[in-house]
C-alpha cells in the first residue's frame, strides 16, 4: 500500500486546510487511515483516525470540533479538514494505513503503511 499526503500550506490562524491522504497499491490490506502530525523538536502525535471495517472515528482532544475526517471510497482517498486552525497546529502531517483495532487506532504502531508528510504551518 502507498499513501500519498497532500493538502498542507500556510495559513493563518482562524483558516482552513483541507488535507488528502490517497491511497494506491493492495488496498484492501488495510481498513482504517489514521493521521499523524510532528511538530519542530517534538514526538509525532495522534490526530485522527477512521476506521471502515469496525467502524469509528476518532480525534485527539486538541482537535475534536475543528477537525474532520472523512473518506471518499470511490477515489480511495481520506481527508482531513482543518478548521480553526491555531500556531500549535503547525507539524508535518503525515497519514497511515493499517488494520488498527481499538486499543492501536491512536497509537503508531496500529499502522504499517505510512506516507511521506506534508507541511502545515499556521501564523499568528
Known amino acids: 500500500v502507498q499513501l500519498q499526503a497532500s493538502g498542507g500550506g500556510l495559513v493563518q490562524s482562524g483558516g482552513s486546510l483541507r488535507l488528502s491522504c490517497a491511497a494506491s497499491?493492495?488496498?484492501?490490506?488495510?481498513?482504517?487511515v489514521g493521521w499523524f502530525r510532528q511538530a519542530p523538536g517534538k514526538e509525532r502525535e495522534f490526530v485522527s483516525a477512521h476506521r471502515w471495517r469496525g467502524g469509528g472515528t476518532y480525534y485527539a482532544d486538541s482537535v475534536k470540533g475543528r477537525f474532520t475526517i472523512s473518506r471518499d471510497n470511490a477515489k480511495n482517498t481520506v481527508y482531513l479538514q482543518m478548521n480553526s486552525l491555531k500556531p500549535e497546529d503547525t507539524a508535518v502531517y503525515y497519514c497511515?494505513?493499517?488494520?488498527?483495532?481499538?486499543?492501536?487506532?491512536?497509537?503508531?504502531?496500529?499502522?504499517?503503511?505510512w506516507g511521506k508528510g506534508t507541511q502545515v504551518t499556521v501564523s499568528s
Open positions: 497511515a494505513g493499517g488494520r488498527p483495532i481499538t486499543s492501536t487506532i491512536r497509537t503508531e504502531g496500529g499502522y504499517g503503511y
Open positions: 497499491g493492495s488496498i484492501e490490506s488495510i481498513n482504517g
